[in-house]
């Protein structure tokens, strides 16, 4: 998705509300949806310039959200029109907060944080400190003895396979 300046939003939106240019083509020469200038025209007539300068990537509370879903429930508002009266920049948002709280409930709609964990003292303190211990060892070393027999016992296997096939291209030979 293109991001658009303030100055394109406000000039697109005075083009509509002017009456110089319907939806249709004034989406066509910013080269968005049509959906989108009608969202910022909504913003623009419900909030004025503010509304179209609302930044797009804000956190919101799990209580902020139940309290838009039931203002949507209890006022049968679209998620677009909610999206204008909350000063919410995509609508989409609504709907996905309406999906996950249909799914998970009201624990769903906590914002979830982003990026790794950080590790603890204690975490770090646990792998500086893992040292085998002598259980650990003994078992390394029984497991490390079991594998060489295995490998000795699959060498000797290989050799007699080769050898018994020497022994049957000399007889044909003869």
């Known amino acids: 998705m293109a991001k658009y300046t303030l ?3 406000l000039s697109a939106v005075l083009r509509y509300v002017e009456g110089v240019e319907s939806y249709v083509p004034l989406a066509r020469s910013m080269g968005t949806s049509v959906s ?3 969202n ?3 913003q623009y007539e419900y909030h004025g ?3 179209l300068s609302k930044k797009s990537y804000t956190n919101y509370t799990a209580q902020f959200k139940l309290d838009l879903l039931n203002y949507m429930i209890e ?3 679209s998620p677009n029109e909610t999206a204008v009266i909350f000063n919410i920049p995509s609508p989409a948002s609504i709907r996905t907060w309406r999906i996950l709280f249909q799914k998970g409930g009201v624990d769903a709609l906590e914002p ?3 990026g790794r964990t950080l590790m603890t003292e204690e975490d770090y303190k646990k792998k500086k400190k893992a040292v085998p211990t002598e259980e650990s060892l003994e078992a390394l070393k029984a497991e490390l ?3 060489r027999m295995e490998n000795a016992y699959l060498k ?3 050799a007699l396979v080769q050898n018994k096939g020497k022994l049957t291209n000399k007889t044909k030979q003869k």
Do not use: A, D, S
């Open 36 to 38: 989108v200038v009608m």
């Open 75 to 77: 006022n049968g508002t």
């Open 40 to 42: 910022w025209v909504k």
């Open 156 to 158: 000797k296997l290989n």
């Open 7 to 9: 100055e394109e939003k």
């Open 112 to 114: 979830k944080k982003k």
């Open 145 to 147: 003895e079991q594998l």
């Open 49 to 51: 310039v503010e509304g």
